[in-house]
């Protein structure tokens, strides 16, 4: 298997075992290194390799920050249309997407990062969410255990999954 690098590209053989430790940490039960190492991941993805597809990611993600959702699309759209290999662009549009009720778009979003980046916890818990929200709670259910098994702290992903087993065992409070 071969690593994505920041710019999408397949990485240098340096930042294949970089990122294989960080995702082997995330995945400890025990401890607080984990923490490090979500907050490494999701700095590593968040980098294109162009400073201009920095900024295109960073205003789309201002956008969503101010509520305005369909600037964030256009700057996200431009991401994408730019840089066709950068995870990144694709999980943010997918946030816009969901947030404007385009869940189309939005899941076709989800599936390119995870053709991207499959090990991508982020995008698997907002499909899962999204799932939810449809009411297709047993696809919900596998996205949440797939987030799971990448990263076993994901708080969002715990709380869909427990409240999702629960409403389909009838041991809802």
Do not use: C
Request: proline letters at 3%; charged letters at 20%; glycine letters at 10%.
């Amino acid at each position: 298997m071969f690593a994505l690098g920041a710019s999408g590209g397949v990485a240098s053989a340096q930042a294949a075992p970089d990122m294989q430790q960080l995702f082997s940490q995330l995945a400890q039960p025990e401890g607080e290194g984990w923490r490090i190492a979500e907050s490494d991941i999701l700095r590593e993805w968040s980098k294109s390799g162009s400073a201009t597809m920095d900024l295109l990611l960073m205003r789309g993600e201002e956008a969503l920050d101010q509520g305005d959702v369909l600037g964030a699309i256009g700057h996200l759209t431009a991401l994408t249309d730019h840089a066709p290999e950068f995870a990144a662009g694709y999980q943010a549009r997918a946030v816009a997407y969901a947030l404007n009720g385009d869940y189309g778009p939005a899941a076709a979003d989800l599936a390119r990062t995870l053709e991207l980046e499959p090990r991508h916890f982020a995008a698997m818990t907002q499909l899962g969410a999204m799932l939810e929200e449809m009411g297709d709670d047993q696809r919900a259910m596998a996205a949440y255990r797939e987030t799971l098994s990448i990263h076993p702290h994901q708080q969002e992903a715990i709380d869909g999954l427990a409240r999702l087993e629960m409403a389909n065992h009838g041991t809802d409070i």
